[in-house]
């Protein structure tokens, strides 16, 4: 059986798409990934997104502001 080359879902810049699956990122994939990595640190994780979203907005300037936030951050907030 071939081996499948796994990829990992990671942005890709100036496009800021996922290297492995090609939609804009973060992924699904990366979403899970994240969660599961900042598991007992909500707010690391947040503040990681929010300089990656920082980061984007520069590169990403026809895209309005307060849709890379709902990209970057909105779900990754803690629910109540």
């Not at 804009?24 to 598991?39: D, I, N, T, V």
Request: proline share 6%.
């Amino acid at each position: 059986m071939p081996r499948r080359r796994h990829r990992n879902h990671l942005p890709t810049r100036p496009t800021w798409r996922c290297a492995a699956c090609g939609i804009a990122w973060p992924c699904s994939a990366a979403k899970l990934r994240l969660l599961g990595e900042y598991r007992h640190d909500r707010l690391a994780l947040t503040i990681y997104l929010a300089t990656l979203q920082a980061e984007a907005s520069a590169q990403l300037r026809e895209v309005e502001p307060a849709r890379l936030a709902d990209r970057f951050l909105s779900w990754a907030r803690a629910r109540a």
